[in-house]
């Protein structure tokens, strides 16, 4: 007797079906591309904080400080958005990479990694990318916060 078991990890580009994990990041993305505050703030649970990575205290706490952030931060800005280029998803687990423009004269690259409870996203954290190395000569690394030459 064989049974149909799915695989825990789903690897997959933005469109496909939509998981009870992956509803509210996929409406928090057209939320954020639309500049529509009230419908990306309910897609976070009222105690979610957004995390820099690798930080020991969020950048944000709770739905009104994300809200303060993104409507003075984010969405005030005319050429803002987002796409995903690729996508992870596991149990209550959505980890996206994406290109975002707008924030800086050349798109950026990020890795955003979300949590999800009981259909909202309650952690997110932005994963920054590596400070890249002005020259070949001149090695870098990056501890926290603190470039090191």
């Known amino acids: 007797m064989s049974s149909k078991r799915s695989s825990p990890l789903t690897i997959s580009k933005s469109g496909t079906a939509q998981s009870v994990t992956l509803s509210p990041v996929e409406k928090s993305l057209h939320a954020y591309n639309a500049k529509d505050i009230e419908a990306?703030?309910?897609?976070?649970?009222?105690?979610?904080?957004?995390?820099?990575f690798g930080r020991k205290t969020p950048l944000l706490r709770g739905r009104p400080a994300i809200r303060a952030f993104y409507e003075s931060q984010?969405?005030?800005?005319?050429?803002?958005?987002?796409?995903?280029?690729?996508?992870l998803e596991l149990p209550?687990?959505?980890?996206?990479?994406?290109?975002?423009?707008g924030l800086a004269p050349q798109p950026q690259?990020?890795?955003?990694?979300?949590?999800?409870?009981?259909?909202?996203?309650?952690?997110?954290?932005y994963v920054e990318p590596p400070v890249r190395q002005a020259s070949a000569d001149v090695p870098m690394t990056v501890h926290g916060d603190a470039i090191e030459i």
């Not at 984010?74 to 996508?87: C, E």
């Not at 690259?109 to 954290?125: K, M």
């Open 109 to 125: 690259e990020a890795l955003i990694v979300y949590r999800v409870t009981r259909g909202l996203i309650s952690g997110l954290w």
């Open 74 to 87: 984010r969405f005030n800005i005319a050429g803002l958005h987002a796409s995903v280029t690729a996508r």
């Open 40 to 52: 990306f703030i309910r897609c976070f649970s009222p105690q979610s904080c957004i995390w820099i």
């Open 92 to 101: 209550g687990l959505v980890i996206d990479r994406e290109c975002i423009t």
